[in-house]
């Protein structure tokens, strides 16, 4: 029953959060707005979460905080709101080229689905061995249909998906994140979104002039795309003037090399960190 519950506030969130994407889709809302929305959708989630709100404290911090565990309360539950409204908004502001925003996610949710299948194998426990088969039932359909859209929004895409799609895709993995309790891990996930918001905040916050879109130029004489100073991560000068098609391309090795990091990260902090 428990995992009923769990499961229909999950659902209800991100059919709640698909609806406020089209909204934007059709409505243009600003985009301090949309740091909003995603915190009334979570709170189907939030309202329903009934497991525990504390943090293992890392090893090596243990002697200075006094604590191995320790009880955030209610400041858990909006640290999960905000996971939340970055996972929803930062799909969003890595995008603009053919299959970016849909090959972000498929590697994105890729990843999850093989940490939580390495999870199951991991542990005899049959309660640990359900709640992480759950999460793959969640992510099974994300990296499902999004699969068959990269076929019609890689380059040349006929098919162009909007906020509805990024807000979506970033809920679902939010709610997985949320509901599994390894933020961490997730985070570790959307490093190059991480990287990408970091690089962004000068132009988000308003201290830099910040264009609608802040997507590399075309250049007519070559063909390629050469980046522009505006901050964000498909502007990078290391990537040089490219193709849209070669630089999506290598914008998605960037978020599965950060993926295999996590894993990586994962493995060499184990036992020690935590």
Same mark, same amino acid.
């Given at each position: 029953?428990?995992?009923? *519950? ?12 698909? !609806? ?64 939340? *409204?970055?996972? +929803? ?12 925003? *849909? ?41 499902? +249909? ?19 799609? +990024? ?19 997730? !985070? ?26 802040? !997507? ?16 964000? !991560? ?41």
């Amino acid at each position: 029953m428990q995992w009923l *519950v769990k499961c229909n506030a999950a659902l209800a969130s991100i059919c709640f959060m698909i !609806l406020l994407g089209f909204v934007d889709d059709v409505l243009d809302v600003p985009w301090r707005v949309k740091l909003l929305l995603p915190s009334f959708a979570t709170l189907p989630l939030l309202m329903a979460y009934a497991g525990h709100t504390t943090i293992i404290i890392p090893k090596p911090l243990i002697p200075y905080v006094g604590l191995e565990v320790l009880d955030l309360g209610w400041i858990y539950k909006l640290y999960m709101a905000l996971l939340a *409204v970055f996972c +929803t908004n930062f799909i969003n502001i890595h995008a603009g080229l053919n299959g970016l925003e *849909v090959g972000q996610t498929i590697a994105i949710a890729f990843a999850i689905m093989v940490h939580n299948i390495m999870q199951i194998g991991a542990s005899s426990n049959p309660e640990y061995q359900h709640a992480h088969a759950f999460f793959v039932y969640l992510v099974q359909p994300l990296l499902a +249909t999004s699969l068959a859209l990269l076929s019609y929004n890689r380059y040349p895409s006929s098919v162009f998906v909007g906020d509805t799609y +990024t807000v979506f895709a970033g809920m679902t993995m939010a709610v997985i994140g949320i509901l599994g309790h390894y933020s961490e891990t997730l !985070l570790v996930f959307f490093l190059p979104q991480v990287l990408n918001f970091l690089l962004s905040v000068p132009q988000l916050f308003g201290l830099v002039k910040c264009p609608r879109h802040r !997507l590399p130029r075309f250049n007519p004489e070559t063909g390629l795309l050469t980046g522009t100073p505006d901050c964000a !991560l498909v502007n990078l000068r290391i990537f040089g003037p490219k193709s849209e098609k070669s630089l999506c391309i290598h914008l998605l090795i960037v978020q599965a090399v950060g993926s295999c990091f996590c894993f990586l990260l994962r493995y060499l902090l184990a036992g020690w960190y935590k």
